[in-house]
């Protein structure tokens, strides 16, 4: 298990690590759809089979690269104990709800092209292979690579700011599109604070998993609506009551988060 965070990548690593997931993901999509057709519900099977194709390899990769670089030692570890669990959890989850909800003026303005509309409405539905991508293999792989591999790594070279900022650019970069790099480079740097804050990984993954949650609860609650719609379309002329409420309450779960999470920083290397 250590040596899946044993690798502790430099920047100009980590960029190597991001476009070789990028590179990796394309071409298993690409020999997963020479296998199974496109039709129906299979769309969402493909993806989910391409993805988790693809960061297979990628632990593959990382673990072989931590081993030769002999970085299996990261100093001292942290047992972080916290005593209030589920402050905390109901903090996570209200502050991740209203944040995705007040960054959304940042990017929704950006036009998704009608062909990759049509795209991820044909590959994102409804159903078990949606969910287990998005809401399972996603937040697990992801946080792995991003913040336990590339963060985690970043932090021992790196100041906390410039590691969780260029982390949370990196995270923007694999999702590639704008109109979904700009979320979750936001996203990621609340991530990537919590993560230096805790040292651990569930509560980013939790986290994550919430976000991508939203998007699917979107799917079941309101399955006319667009791929590309936001909560101007949904909340309609309640729009600006509930964004000043979600304003308000990513403020005050920020402000708690920032008060009670414990405190293991991982410092740069002397």
């Known amino acids: 298990m250590k040596r899946l965070f044993a690798y502790r990548p430099t920047l100009p690593q980590a960029w190597g690590l991001v476009a070789l997931a990028i590179l990796i993901q394309t071409v298993s999509g690409l020999v997963v759809e020479s296998f199974m057709p496109a039709a129906g519900t299979m769309q969402s099977w493909r993806l989910l089979l391409s993805?988790?194709?693809?960061?297979?390899?990628?632990?593959?990769?990382?673990?072989k690269m931590g081993k030769s670089a002999g970085n299996g030692a990261w100093g001292t570890q942290y047992s972080t104990v916290v005593n209030r669990k589920s402050q905390i959890v109901i903090l996570l989850l209200f502050f991740i709800l209203t944040l995705a909800i007040t960054i959304e003026p940042l990017y929704m303005w950006i036009p998704m092209p009608e062909r990759i509309k049509q795209w991820f409405e044909a590959a994102f539905k409804n159903d078990a292979p949606t969910f287990l991508s998005a809401v399972v293999a996603a937040p697990l792989a992801e946080e792995?690579?991003?913040?336990?591999?590339?963060?985690k790594g970043l932090l021992t070279h790196y100041s906390p700011r410039k590691a969780i900022i260029w982390s949370a650019v990196l995270f923007g970069v694999l999702h590639v599109y704008?109109?979904?790099?700009?979320?979750?480079?936001?996203?990621?740097?609340?991530?990537?604070?919590?993560?230096w804050r805790t040292q651990s990984l569930w509560p980013c993954i939790f986290m994550h998993a919430v976000n991508n949650g939203i998007a699917f609860l979107t799917l079941l609650l309101f399955p006319d609506v667009a791929t590309d719609a936001t909560i101007i379309d949904i909340a309609g002329a309640y729009y600006s009551l509930v964004y000043v409420a979600a304003l308000l309450c990513c403020a005050l779960?920020?402000?708690?988060?920032?008060r009670i999470l414990p405190k293991n920083y991982l410092t740069p290397d002397k």
Not at 51 to 63: G, R
Not at 144 to 151: A, T
Not at 253 to 258: F, N, V
Request: glycine letters at 8%.
């Open 144 to 151: 792995w690579l991003c913040r336990g591999v590339i963060l």
């Open 51 to 63: 993805y988790v194709l693809c960061f297979a390899l990628m632990v593959f990769i990382v673990t």
């Open 178 to 195: 704008p109109w979904q790099a700009i979320p979750a480079f936001c996203i990621a740097l609340a991530i990537g604070w919590v993560y």
């Open 253 to 258: 779960t920020g402000y708690g988060l920032w």
